[in-house]
């Protein structure tokens, strides 16, 4: 199975940016879409953004549209979210999902079987 690993996250100020990495092991890792979703405390884990195998497709959650890019690197085993123009609202922590499929719906976290530790990001006012 596949073995997920989040890094690159932090503080960050109003306005700034964070460039997030999940680096996968363990099986082949275009066979796999991997999704983005992040969780506040008591509130549930949201979609953020899910990218296709080969990258060719990603759908983002309407609250980060046009400020948060995915992008993955098969060849290198990992997929970056570069998160732009942050915002309060945005603190949260964030994981990284692999799954067979695609999906890409607010509720979509638990149809992916494998997920990361998960990385802070917290954006001050």
């Known amino acids: 199975q596949i073995q997920l690993v989040e890094s690159g996250g932090g503080l960050v100020q109003a306005g700034g940016s964070l460039r997030l990495s999940c680096t996968a092991s363990g099986d082949t890792f275009s066979d796999y879409a991997i999704g983005w979703f992040r969780q506040s405390p008591r509130k549930e884990r949201d979609f953020v953004s899910a990218?296709?195998?080969?990258?060719?497709?990603?759908y983002y959650a309407e609250s980060v549209e046009g400020r948060f890019t995915a992008s993955r690197d098969n060849a290198k085993n990992i997929v970056y979210l570069q998160m732009n123009n942050l915002t309060p609202e945005d603190t949260a922590v964030y994981f990284c999902?692999?799954?067979?499929?695609?999906?890409?719906?607010?509720?979509?976290?638990?149809?992916?079987?494998?997920w990361g530790q998960g990385t802070q990001v917290t954006v001050s006012s």
């Open positions: 999902a692999a799954g067979t499929e695609l999906f890409y719906s607010d509720n979509s976290w638990d149809m992916y079987p494998y």
């Open positions: 990218t296709s195998r080969s990258g060719s497709k990603t």
